[in-house]
C-alpha cells in the first residue's frame, strides 16, 4: 500500500509555470505506474499524464503535450509534473495517482491509490 500527498499548487498568471510534486510513502514506489489527473468544477476527472516504473517512457494528454512535463526520482519516492505555458482552462484540482502495475493506465478507475488533490489556478 502507497499513500500519496501532493504539493505545489497555487495561483498563477497565464503564461505562468509551476512544478508539481507528489512525495509517496512506502517502500515499494517503484512497482507503481504514476500519473497526475485534472479535475475541474462540473466537469469529469481526466488524465493529464503518467509515468512508467523506471520512469523511462511518459504519457501525455494532448492538452499537455508540449507544455508539461512528468518525472520521477524513485530514490526520492516522488513524482513531479513541471507545468510551463500555462493556460486559465488548466486551472483545476490536480491528483497524484498510482497504480501496482508497470502499465500506465488513463481511466482513473484503474488507479488504487490519490493523493488528496492541490488547487492550481491560472488566472488571464
Known amino acids: 500500500q502507497v499513500q500519496l500527498a501532493e504539493s505545489g499548487g497555487g495561483l498563477v498568471q497565464a503564461g505562468g509555470s509551476l512544478r508539481l510534486s507528489c512525495a509517496a510513502s512506502g517502500r515499494t514506489f517503484n512497482s507503481y505506474a504514476m500519473a497526475w489527473f485534472r479535475q475541474a468544477p462540473g466537469k469529469e476527472r481526466e488524465f493529464v499524464a503518467g509515468v512508467s516504473l523506471s520512469g523511462d517512457s511518459t504519457y501525455y494528454a494532448d492538452s499537455a503535450k508540449g507544455r508539461f512535463t512528468i518525472s520521477r526520482d524513485n530514490a526520492k519516492n516522488t513524482v513531479y509534473l513541471q507545468m510551463n505555458s500555462l493556460k486559465p482552462e488548466d486551472t483545476a484540482v490536480y491528483y497524484c495517482?498510482?497504480?501496482?502495475?508497470?502499465?500506465?493506465?488513463?481511466?482513473?478507475?484503474?488507479?488504487?491509490?490519490w493523493g488528496q488533490g492541490t488547487q492550481v489556478t491560472v488566472s488571464s
Open positions: 495517482a498510482g497504480r501496482p502495475a508497470s502499465r500506465v493506465a488513463y481511466r482513473p478507475s484503474e488507479y488504487a491509490y
